[in-house]
């Protein structure tokens, strides 16, 4: 038996590409919506793992790290599983930027996301 390594989805009609079928892979950066306390949370989070059924999956979120909302790094510390009906759209391959020892992610367009 092969594990499944993508899923197809429907980006959400807040997003521009609301009509295109999707593919999400591991270790693609996408943009999902949690429901906590009666509060809407979209966050940029990074797919770690999904099951074989492609009913859950694994994220880690991004932490913003500039104002403009385009760089973000991985917060080790913030890792959740959800349903993939929480994926709103996979989000474009961002440059890579390093400061110092540490990695940055350089979107070529603001994520518009609410945190915490």
């Known amino acids: 038996m092969v594990a499944q390594t993508s899923i197809h989805l429907l980006n959400s ?14 270790r693609d950066f996408i ?3 949690y429901h906590i306390n009666k509060k809407i949370y979209k966050y940029a989070a990074h797919v770690r793992h999904f099951d ?15 104002e403009d909302g385009t760089l ?5 510390n913030d890792m959740s599983d959800g349903k993939w009906e929480q994926t709103l759209t996979i989000l474009p391959v961002p440059n890579i930027c390093m ?9 070529p367009k603001p994520v518009d996301l609410f945190e915490k």
Not at 72 to 76: A, C, D, L, T, V
Not at 99 to 107: A, E, L, P, S
């Open 72 to 76: 973000f790094k991985i917060n080790e």
């Open 99 to 107: 400061k110092g020892n540490r990695v940055f992610y350089k979107f």
């Open 13 to 26: 009609p807040d997003i521009d590409n609301a009509d295109t079928p999707m593919t999400v892979k591991n």
């Open 31 to 33: 943009f999902v919506e």
């Open 52 to 66: 074989e059924k492609g009913e859950e999956i694994r994220v880690t979120s991004l932490k913003i790290s500039n």
